[in-house]
């Protein structure tokens, strides 16, 4: 069965923490994903990482970082948090090619920053 | 990003037939896909269509791909209380096979 793992079903932490959202997939996927998903505003990409040590900003990736150094992890660095980033995040990964490959998911982590 | 619009609400009868639309803006799409979201979990692929299908049935669901007006939508026939969910659309943006971009999603209310 395939699998993406996040480490955290539910965080908290303080203003001003560093944060750090790991996620881990076992199916060899190239790609890996981070979104942030709000009511109202769906799935927001954060950044992404096509490969070890590449990524690539998405559509808001102000007040985010990320770190792949193996193929199998994908990590979203919160540097200072803020509370307007109490959100649930997403990890998700696929194959990185022209043919059909759908995105996989993890379970979700929702983070309350107070 | 793309453009992948969706409207926030939908809310139908037990039994009856449920139908998610879906406008998207790249017209280089090649995949376009519908995710379903139970509470408190993840996406979960339900089904996907090539760009140069129109149609797509797969048991209870049916998606229906109008290329020229870049419209998509879910049609779930015998809609079950099981099925109330978000509902999202997604596609994967034709020039960079990479990413994938998704509607704000569809909230499904089945009322037994």
């Known amino acids: 069965d395939v699998k993406v793992t996040q480490s955290s079903r539910y965080l908290v932490k303080r203003t001003g923490e560093k944060v750090f959202l790991e996620c881990v997939q076992d199916m060899d996927h190239e790609n890996m994903f981070w979104y942030r998903q709000d009511p109202g505003l769906g799935l927001r990409l954060i950044y992404f990482s096509y490969d070890v040590k590449m990524k690539e900003k998405g559509d808001i990736p102000e007040g985010y970082s990320v770190s792949r150094e193996k193929k199998e992890r994908f990590s979203l660095i919160l540097e200072s948090a803020s509370t307007n980033q109490t959100s649930m995040y997403l990890c998700?990964?696929?194959?990185?090619?022209?043919?059909?490959?759908?995105?996989?998911f993890g379970q979700g982590t929702r983070l309350t920053v107070v | 990003g793309e453009d992948v619009e969706q409207s926030l609400f939908l809310s139908v009868r037990e039994g009856d037939s449920s139908v998610i639309n879906c406008t998207y803006t790249d017209s280089s799409s090649t995949y376009l896909y519908w995710y379903k979201q139970e509470p408190g979990a993840g996406l979960q692929l339900l089904t996907y269509?090539?760009?140069?299908?129109d149609m797509k049935q797969d048991q209870r669901l049916t998606v229906l791909l109008n290329k020229k007006d870049k419209h998509l939508s879910l049609r779930i026939a015998d809609t079950q209380t099981g099925d109330s969910a978000i509902y999202f659309c997604a596609e994967r943006a034709g020039y960079n096979f990479n990413k994938f971009y998704f509607g704000s999603g569809t909230k499904l209310n089945v009322k037994p």
């Open positions: 998700a990964s696929s194959f990185r090619r022209r043919g059909n490959t759908e995105a996989f």
């Open positions: 269509i090539f760009s140069n299908m």
